[in-house]
């Protein structure tokens, strides 16, 4: 039961973003913009400017970059079989490479291992943010390169938009021990808070708008079965020669079979790299997750 109290809030904020379509036809774009370019970049500096940069850092990041790798390897060669053009691919990385190890990962392993497991949710939090904010939005942007965009670089999206900056600007300012007033934390906190909402709100819009009858059920398939059963299995290779404790790698495996991050969502809307698939294949991970997860928890613990 205390599972399935995890996935309520997630649940209930996704249903709002739906009702704002099916009764109140709100335009998507103008939200995800916003959210994209000016509340994600205050949510990116306030994750690296409060949580300490540690030895602990290059442990997970190096796990999480190599299971990227591996991903990005694995949807290139599915693509290259299937002769997928490039939105088709983009949009099946955004929907296999990136899991929401944040509002529903860090909770959960509070959940199972406590304050002491919660530590290195938070910084796999910290750096899978910098990950999809980088490798993420360069794949979206790449996605959304048909048509007025094939002679745009997708390398120059990733530049213009700013949460790499905030990200960055936090590191910056964590390193040299800036101190930031009480006052203008709690503005950047007000703007940080509402961000994964938001984002998680803008989910639900776009699912209010997949039809069944559009779902590419072969696709999706593949995606899911990636993102919710080889992913974890890969993960749990890549932390064997990792001189971590059982726990820590227990928590990257758990982390790898997160369902997929609602931020790729967003993503894919803004640069128009096959949202209505990503978003499908959103729901339907975190939907599964409550068979898949559990049984995983069981293998594990």
Not at 218 to 247: C, K, N, Q, Y
Request: hydrophobic share 55%; glycine share 6%; charged share 10%.
């Amino acid at each position: 039961m205390e599972f399935i109290g995890v996935l309520v809030p997630i649940f209930s904020i996704f249903a709002i973003g739906y009702i704002g379509i099916k009764f109140l036809r709100i335009d998507i774009k103008p939200i995800s913009t916003m959210t994209l370019y000016l509340m994600s970049p205050f949510l990116a500096f306030r994750t690296f400017y409060q949580n300490d940069l540690n030895m602990d850092y290059l442990y997970l990041g190096t796990f999480l970059i190599v299971l990227c790798l591996i991903s990005l390897l694995f949807c290139y060669v599915v693509g290259y079989f299937r002769k997928w053009d490039q939105p088709v691919q983009s949009g099946f990385i955004l929907a296999s490479v990136f899991m929401n190890n944040g509002n529903y990962g860090a909770p959960l392993v509070l959940l199972v291992f406590g304050e002491e497991g919660f530590h290195y949710a938070i910084i796999l939090m910290v750096l899978q943010t910098l990950i999809m904010c980088t490798i993420g939005i360069y794949f979206a942007a790449k996605g959304g390169t048909s048509g007025r965009r094939v002679k745009i670089s997708p390398l120059k999206d990733v530049v213009k938009v700013p949460i790499v900056y905030g990200a960055i600007l936090g590191i910056i300012l964590n390193l040299i021990g800036f101190h930031i007033n009480e006052q203008m934390m709690t503005a950047i906190d007000m703007v940080s808070d509402a961000t994964i909402p938001t984002i998680m709100i803008v989910l639900g819009m776009q699912l209010a708008k997949i039809k069944l009858s559009d779902l590419e059920l072969g696709r999706v398939s593949l995606a899911v079965v990636f993102r919710l059963v080889l992913a974890p299995i890969i993960a749990f290779f890549l932390t064997l020669p990792l001189p971590l404790d059982e726990m820590v790698k227990d928590i990257l495996i758990i982390t790898a079979a997160m369902p997929t991050a609602a931020n790729t969502t967003m993503y894919a809307l803004q640069f128009g790299s096959r949202p209505g698939f990503v978003s499908s294949v959103t729901l339907i991970t975190t939907l599964l997750s409550i068979i898949t997860l559990p049984l995983l928890l069981i293998f594990l613990v």
